[in-house]
């Protein structure tokens, strides 16, 4: 058997072909090729042989079956050890030592306006894959060429190297085969998953469940394509109604997450309103009571409440301004009450496990028949590992996991305890404390509301609701400021003059909102926007007096409030008493931790530090 190395050239993008060809032959290698590549290279005046010269079998079926043989795998994948050695012996085949390939165009033809299925199929290439992939998988012994680009660098290594090609660069030549490679397996799913399984076809050419739902556009109309999809199993959502949007689908994915642990943790229905991928409400199915059904706008509703429709009321009552145009998620089947609630508020959609029949219908009236209305497998379960893009580099980390229960908040770092302890170890020294139930499920609302919310955040609860949220700020008292200012509006929205204020009938809900938001905040008006507002009226309002604000705050306490990292300074522990903060928790970790820890003394406030940082992006 001959020693002299031997090459194999099969390539579709024939760039700098000739000139490897040339100086492989110039230095010794025989060359094999297969179909148009020896061709080109023979018509040079290079020699070279045919692959079907080594197989003694011709090429068929149209050039599909050219390289596929023993006598040509046999030579790429054989290792330098005595039994591999002694198989090619014995059979008569020579080992390979570089082959250089690349693939048919398939991302090109598919691309083409008037491709039919036909001529994709003809383009999905089948030799060169494994070609590909048979000699990066050897490439302890073999090169593989699969981009022009590399051919100078491959022919000086050579040269200078009397034949030897480093490790450093097989490797690097092996790992960009399989690299190309899942690319063009990406394209290929890709196409077929168009083809066969996505939602815009007729029910009569899906030829599986739904693995992909086209999108009218990405984050803003000029982004085109768009699409949400799956591999290896169906999408977990079906579209009932409407047509969602990139955003929606971001705000539903996240919000059902939320919405699925809250309940999961606390054993009560859970709903969340989403705006722009952080939550602008969340709560649990707390009973309403009627001071509260006037704040969330449901003291008029003629269907009873369910657990559930406590949920959305709380939820998108706590930041009605910021709620305006939400997607909502349920962690239980939607009842006609809560499809009541929704039907009359501005919304995107809506995503929950089910709906009755009724509850869907009066949903699929909303918006002339396009509100999205979506319903979410609640079986799924997401991959430990999720990836993102960003500026064409690709962020991979484990899927944020990190269980978030009554656990959490057992480190009570200040004097004040406002703790129990179960009564077969109260007089132990090493006692576990147990915060009251209310504080508890507030903590435990803000804490997973942050771990959805983009950071830095920091979020107020108080009876099972997200009552201030302050989200996406890059310093934390902002965050801790925002969230506050929130929650105080949200209670002065609670004051006896705001139930008294004298709107003219005919009023719609979101002016409303509107209106009471002005009044609440103190916000000066001028012009036409100082007319709008009074036009609203039987009778002006006199403002709320800083009195009256001060007197009313007062009486808000007990409210619990998260962080999604340490405080670092005591100013936000300052600031969280004046929204009747009790109940706080954050991760340890600052320098100013003790600093923070007599803020909370001061306050005699309970300050829980916890072992876990919940940064989202």
Known sequence: MSSQPIALLSVYDKTGLLDLAKALNQSGVRLLGSGGTAKKIREAGIKIEDVSDVTKAPEMLGGRVKTLHPAVHGGILARSIPSDIKDLEDNGISPITIVVCNLYPFTETISKPNCTLADAVEEIDIGGVTLLRGAAKNHARVSILSDPSDYAEFLKEWNEGSGKIGDGLRNRLALKAFEMTARYDEAISGYFRRQYVSADLPSEKL???????????????????????????????????????????????????????????????????????????????????????????????????????????????????????????????????????????VSDGVIAPGYTADALAILQKKKGGKYCVLQMDPKYVPENSETRQVYGISLQQNRNDAKIDGSLFQNVVTQEKSVSYPPSSASEPNAIPQLPEAALTDLVVATLALKYTQSNSVAYAYHGAIIGLGAGQQSRIHCTRLAGS????????????????????????????????????????????????????????????????????????????????????????????????????????????????????????????????????
């Open 207 to 345: 030829s599986g469940p739904v693995q992909r739902l086209p999108l009218r556009y990405g984050a803003n109309p000029h982004q085109k394509p768009a699409q949400a999809y799956i591999t290896g199993r169906p999408l977990p959502f079906k579209v009932l109604c409407g047509s969602p949007g990139y955003i929606n689908l971001l705000d539903a994915l996240n919000s059902w997450a939320l919405v699925k642990e809250l309940s999961e943790t606390l054993q009560l229905p859970a709903a969340a309103s989403f705006k722009h991928v952080s939550p602008a409400g969340a709560a649990v199915g707390l009973e309403l009571n009627e001071v509260e059904k006037k704040v969330y706008g449901v003291d008029d509703l003629k269907e009873p409440l369910t657990p559930l429709a406590n949920a959305y009321a709380r939820a998108r009552g706590a930041d009605r301004m910021s709620s305006f145009g939400d997607f909502i998620a349920l962690s239980a089947e939607c009842d006609v009450a809560t499809a009541k609630i929704i039907s009359r508020e």
């Open 486 to 617: 929130k929650a105080d509006n949200w209670w002065l929205r609670h004051h006896p003059r705001v139930f008294a204020l004298p709107f003219k009938s005919g009023v719609k809900r979101a002016d409303k909102a509107n209106a009471i938001d002005l009044f609440v905040t103190g916000e000066v008006l001028e012009g036409g926007e100082k007319t709008q507002w009074e036009s609203l009226f039987e009778i002006i309002p006199e403002p709320l007096s800083e009195k009256e604000k001060e007197e009313h705050a007062a009486s808000l306490t007990e409210v619990a409030c998260s962080s999604d990292a340490f405080f670092p300074f005591p100013d936000n522990v300052h600031r969280a008493k004046k929204s009747g903060v009790k109940y706080l928790a954050a991760p340890s970790g600052s320098v100013m931790d003790a600093e923070c820890i007599k803020a909370a003394d001061e306050h005699m406030m309970v300050f829980c530090h916890t072992n876990l940082r919940l940064f989202h992006h």
